[in-house]
Nanobody, 114 residues
Framework: VQLVESGGGLVRARGSLRLSCAAS????????MGWYRQAPGKQRMFVAGITREGSISYSEAVKGRFTISRDNAKNTVYLQMNSLKPEDTAVYYC?????????WGQGTQVTVSS
């Protein structure tokens, strides 16, 4: 299974970005897809996730500003990020949990300038 992320970049505060994560390979069952982020010198933290049943969760830091969505036909998950803040600056990683394993993308850099 491969996860390919895209959509990161440099944006000013209060701007928007949309991240995409496309999964490919032998995927028999996707139980969860989500996003984590890791700022320099900090641990990787949960941002948002969506289960197979469609249950969605967000971290408190992004609730109300970020929206996660999924296209099952394309095995793709999106993260719409609005009202970005400098503290959102991090490498964003896609995560997929199947019935048998967990996978990570290579990460995409998001930088928010003040």
């Amino acid at each position: 299974v491969q996860l390919v992320e895209s959509g990161g970049g440099l944006v000013r505060a209060r701007g928007s970005l949309r991240l995409s994560c496309a999964a490919s390979g032998s995927i028999f069952s996707i139980n969860f897809m989500g996003w984590y982020r890791q700022a320099p010198g900090k641990q990787r933290m949960f941002v948002a996730g969506i289960t197979r049943e469609g249950s969605i969760s967000y971290s408190e830091a992004v609730k109300g500003r970020f929206t996660i969505s999924r296209d099952n036909a394309k095995n793709t998950v999106y993260l719409q990020m609005n009202s970005l803040k400098p503290e959102d600056t991090a490498v964003y990683y896609c995560n997929l949990i199947s019935a048998s394993n967990a996978y990570w993308g290579q990460g995409t850099q998001v930088t928010v300038s003040s």
